[in-house]
């Protein structure tokens, strides 16, 4: 038996001069599938190197799946992929008489919906949950005939849907043994292919390593386990050895715990890290997801800065009572939050933690509204903070505020958004009009469902704090903000930002008039959202000027206010 695992990661960042720039994420689940099975698996097959990146069409892959003789098909499936995935599997049980396709990933509902395989018939089966005890079952049927009872999958039964029933992994052996240590030279031979076939080198990689999974929380918009247990479980593998590897292999690599620093360990984890990066080299280990209640992230971020000179990111999701309880975002009190910055500042100094500190916010979530927004921005930037990054709320369909009684509480309705997934962007529609219908079917394209209007926000309010965002990310704005912040804090005053704040939003409600003007009877007409601008023979996205293009024009871009 020989099985091909399908990542096919997004990749509109990878092409042109962007590519040194470029950072691939390798999610670890195919090493840890092939990890569970080889220590408890009765038949063993051949696993083929896995592809990364959805570099070709979905007829190219299939050739390339016939060609390597793939009998076993594994699809992950997330938002961005989800089409893509669909059609290749599609495509190879049409072509492939005696292939299986099995599918796992967190924007998969088949453990929920009776229908799936009406709509999906040529998916074998579906795992979910913890994936590895389910693929190991799935491999040994095939191989030997025979099973003893299954979990955490779905089988498609000619059309219907057989639920196995779902449990959290507890094998000691699998925690208590390395996926990356046992996996070497395959870790090995799957990177340096990637390098072959892409271009890319060890410094766009980043490992994405797990310690500890699962998350006690169950904020409306993630889908973390699929929203099917609350129960963390931690991984007991020679974690010195593995930072020392991945030392070795010359990348980067981040954690992908939901609360990295919940526990002493992981503070042991990463000060060992430390010791162990040389300037002159890739290795790096960058903490994205902090513990959501840590008063103490400055002992992750403070060294984020100094030894490995990246930016840090406070993921506030929202800093208003209202909005993060309508989340159900636990999170430290605005006092408790300004006490954590003011530990950063104090050891970064204030030019650096203006440079290197951005804060993440939500957007689209019940109960925000351009005034929640308007008092976000103020508070950031009273703290010094002018550098945000955006995450407007996509419906994962496993997480809580998938639910419809909730969306219908709070008034949420979606509309799919186009996002451009190609290397290069040859082509530039002559019109918005033409944009839409060159995005019509167009495989370049992924469509993710994204919040379009809620009770406190309709979508003119969403692109206007969109612009917004881009606006306080600018030159002019930073510079204005920064000098009402020294000027308050040399007074012993607190910084006034309002001013600023409410200029920013009319500047923004304005130019979001003028985008609705343009592409508001084209949302009607197509049914979706292209969230790009048509200007100067230039096709750029997410509602502004691309970053080369702000940096060439802001001045005239955003006028002093």
């Known amino acids: 038996m020989r099985i091909k695992f399908l990542a096919n990661g997004p990749l509109q960042d990878l092409g042109g001069s962007r590519k040194g720039r470029y950072r691939l994420t390798i999610n670890p689940a195919y090493l840890m599938l ?55 599997a599609k495509l190879y049980s049409e072509q492939v008489a005696q292939g299986c396709v099995v599918i796992g990933g967190p924007h998969l509902t088949a453990h929920k919906d009776q229908q799936f395989f009406e709509k999906h018939p040529y998916v074998d089966y579906v795992v979910y949950g913890d994936g590895e005890k389910a693929l190991s079952n799935i491999i040994d049927y095939l ?59 060890a ?47 010359n990348v980067a690599m981040r954690e992908t715990d939901a609360n990295f620093g919940q526990w002493k360990e992981d503070l042991e984890i990463y000060e060992y890290a430390l010791t162990l990066h040389d300037p002159k080299r890739n290795f790096a280990f960058m903490v994205w997801n902090t ?13 984020q800065v100094e030894t490995y000179n990246r930016y840090v990111t406070f993921s506030f999701e929202d800093t208003e009572k209202g909005p993060l309880e309508a989340m159900n975002r636990p999170s430290l009190s605005w006092p408790e939050q300004q006490a954590v910055l003011a530990k950063v500042r104090d050891r970064l100094g204030e030019l650096r933690f203006n440079k290197y500190v ?13 005034a929640t927004f308007k008092e976000n921005f103020k508070k950031l930037m009273a703290e010094g903070i002018s550098q945000v990054i955006l995450n407007q709320w996509v419906l994962a369909p496993n997480s809580p505020g998938a639910d419809l009684n909730y969306q219908k509480k709070h008034g949420v309705e979606w509309k799919d958004h186009m996002v451009y997934n190609a290397i290069n962007r040859d082509h530039v529609p002559g019109s918005t009009e033409d944009a839409y219908k060159w995005a019509v079917g167009n495989p370049n394209f992924v469509s993710m469902k994204s919040v379009y209007k809620t009770n406190d926000m309709k979508y003119i309010d969403i692109v206007t704090v969109i612009i917004a965002v881009h606006a306080l990310n600018s030159k002019v704005i930073q510079h204005k903000a920064q000098q009402i912040y020294a000027k308050a804090i040399q007074n012993h005053d607190m910084p006034n930002m309002s001013p600023v704040v409410d200029w920013l939003f009319r500047f923004s409600k304005k130019r979001a008039r ?48």
């Open 291 to 303: 513990a959501k209640l840590d008063k103490n992230k400055d002992r992750f971020f403070i060294p």
């Open 514 to 561: 003028g985008i609705m003007k343009l592409h508001g009877h084209c949302i009607k007409k197509y049914g979706f959202v292209l969230p790009y601008i048509v200007s100067d023979n230039k096709f750029v996205g997410d509602w502004a000027l691309g970053t080369a293009q702000r940096k060439e024009t802001q001045e005239n871009e955003y006028p002093e206010p």
């Open 34 to 88: 092939k990890h569970y099975h080889t220590l408890h698996g009765k038949h063993q097959p051949t696993w083929l190197l896995q592809n990364f990146m959805a570099s070709k069409t979905a007829q190219e892959t299939v050739d390339l799946l016939i060609s390597e003789r793939v009998d076993l098909l594994l699809l992950s499936c997330f938002v961005w992929n989800m089409d893509l995935q669909m059609e290749i």
């Open 358 to 370: 951005k804060a993440e916010l939500m957007l689209g979530v019940p109960k925000q509204s351009i």
């Open 203 to 249: 410094k766009n990689i980043m490992m994405a390593v797990e310690f500890a999974r699962g998350c006690m929380y169950a904020c409306a918009y993630c889908d973390w386990a699929q929203n099917l247990t609350k129960k963390v479980v931690r991984r007991k593998a020679e974690w010195k050895l593995e930072l020392e590897f991945f030392r070795d292999l």
């Open 143 to 201: 191989a030997t005939g025979e099973r003893s009872p299954w979990v955490n999958t779905v089988e498609n039964v000619s059309g219907k849907s057989r639920l196995w029933p779902f449990e959290v992994l507890r094998d000691e052996k699998y925690w208590s043994t390395s996926p990356y240590l046992s996996q070497k030279q395959f870790i090995i031979d799957n990177l340096e292919s990637l390098y072959a076939n892409t271009g890319l080198t």
